[in-house]
């Protein structure tokens, strides 16, 4: 039954400015479609690790 849904995420450090990755949830043991996000590196953790 689609709906509107939230997921928060904590994602590595090692992910800063990845670019686009794809991201594939499961709930209840079930995969979700999988859908494309773009991670890029945000200025205050470029200006925090430079």
Same mark, same amino acid.
């Given at each position: 039954?689609?709906?509107?849904?939230? @997921?928060? !995420?904590? *994602?590595?450090?090692?992910?800063?400015? %990845?670019? =686009? @990755?794809? !991201?594939? *949830?499961?709930?209840?043991?079930?995969? %979700?479609? =999988? @859908?494309?996000?773009?991670?890029?590196?945000?200025?205050?953790? %470029?200006?925090?690790?430079?």
């Amino acid at each position: 039954m689609p709906g509107l849904d939230q @997921v928060n !995420l904590l *994602l590595p450090a090692s992910l800063q400015g %990845a670019g =686009t @990755v794809p !991201l594939r *949830l499961t709930v209840d043991h079930r995969p %979700a479609n =999988t @859908v494309t996000v773009n991670i890029r590196c945000s200025r205050r953790m %470029a200006y925090n690790n430079p």
